[in-house]
């Protein structure tokens, strides 16, 4: 029985993933229903105010889910949204037993799908694959649990630990493999977060490009539908209209400064100067988490990313690792002055991978 | 039959390990003698001087050698060196085939070994698990093929590519699973290099310690057995004979300075001098060679392990990775000035694991 629903939450688990680009604000969450051995229905959740993963599973299940189980990621909702409870749904259908992988941690559900299920004479099991189902929605459970957004920085240096050289000259440190893997990680952001020297240096749009995203038509079409938002960070208003950047759709500018001419032409300016003069990067952190920002994927020079990581705003590094030495005189991956080894930031790496020629480190900052 | 011929050469390539801290300067090689699908002798060679695995296993064998199949890791010797030559012996033994994984590049040998089997009318094979066999002996082919040793250069960084704070603070980058993989590489090479810097800011030995090693008694005694050449290079001779460094037993100190007192205390001082008033390292690497070292380990500071990258001396790297960040202040990987991207030096990653805590990326420098 326990080996069944393990294998039966793996499957819920990969559907969720087919949701991994178009479900935010909202958590990826798979569903399979399985009745007498055989699986009687399969949903996902597709994008925000269309049927949850639960609801496309017992559609296609029809009448073969009465005395079935139904297999969740998530805990089901128990509140009106911008579709019913699907609780209610599933006792409605005569589903006889709910296999949970974890309790949804929304306040507006915290236990209180699985007790609506109970109460109703349901079987219910929570915990199943837990720690897989936690890593499908690390934005959005972090964002339940402490109102923030969960931040990733995304680098890109070699094996010396080097960015670019003393110049700024920088192209091609890594391989294509690797700019469509940051093409991904854009993808499956909410928010896409820069600083003026990059943009201005390489006129970076930091939008998605689907076609450069490396994946089958189905996720690439889903991924096309919703750009993640573009926040740039400009202290002093540097990067002018007429950038590229702006030209390429409506953007968050946050500054020190005010100026009334980013929403004539459709962008917002979010001013939040910090006691220091510079741009309150916590204060936008806990902004965006109250505007339902899952993910922010911080792609910056070694300034900006550096000044997240003094503040200990970042939740994880994904650090794109070139086979090359770029010498002693390059830039340097974060500006993070130090003194003392008693400073240094301790990591746990919980991933590395080969991406073509380069090597994807993933680390997160130690409790 | 191929099949076969594969799984007994990994079984002698796994003998020929157990030669991993002893045989210098000798290759490491495993023999496996097998008759009608049954093991009967298995051999390695322990150290120079002693008998060759071929010998070793027909000695286990016996009578039952006659008709069998011997696979050796390298092509049997078929010269007289401090023994006498394994092809005669496997002639002598009445063996029916010879499973070489390669030939010898020696010069004495190349060839001649497997000639001398097919002369006396044995079947031979050779090339079986070549690529696996020539990783058991990169230093001895390197040699045989170049004259020139193989050079490994290990390093201990941060995640961002730092060595040290600026301050030269250090201690503890590394974990002691990664301490303990360092002194395994010391007792594999037949030389430790090192520096006048390094050994004067942490008062180091350099020594094989062989509590230390984290290896089973039998590989533990055999490493205790022979201990690495240790190599300083100092050009003004700023260590001090008092210093734990020349205690710990004889050195080969390179200078471009001379000083009869080295010699009256049991070191050997080489004065080297470069057209450029330092120590003259391609002319070092070649007089190692020339004495029969197959692997230098390269344990210094960002200073010479630069100068050794700088001249295309490095043939791999073996960089420790702790998972913490020593910030942009802190002291660079290796000291390599370098202006433009096209100046970058390419590598080729060819493992990245984990050790304890940290990660050991093995890289090598591109074509």
Redesign the interface.
Known sequence: MSMLDEACMARAIELARKGWYSTHPNPRVGCVIVRDGEVVGEGWHVRAGEPHAEVHALRQAGERARGATAYVTLEPCSHFGRTPPCADALVNAGVARVVAAMQDPNPQVAGQGLKRLADAGIEVRSGVLESEARALNVGFLKRMETGLPFVRVKLA??????TA???G????ITGPAARRAVQRLRAQSSVVLSGADTVLMDDARLTVRPDELGLDAEQAELASRRQPLRVLIDGRLRVPLGAAFFQAGPALVVSTLEDPNYAVVGHELLTLAGADGQVDLAALVAELGRRGVNEVLVEAG?RLA?AF?RLGLVDE?C?FMA????????R??????????A???????SD?RAVG?D?L?T?KP?G
């Open positions: 240096m070699s094996l010396d630990g080097r050289m003393a110049s000259e920088s192209q091609w070694p550096g990581a590094y650090i086979p090359k030495l770029l010498g002693s005189s390059a340097p991956l974060l500006e993070l002055p130090l003194e003392r080894m400073e240094s930031r301790e990591l746990r790496i590395i020629d090597w480190v680390a130690r």
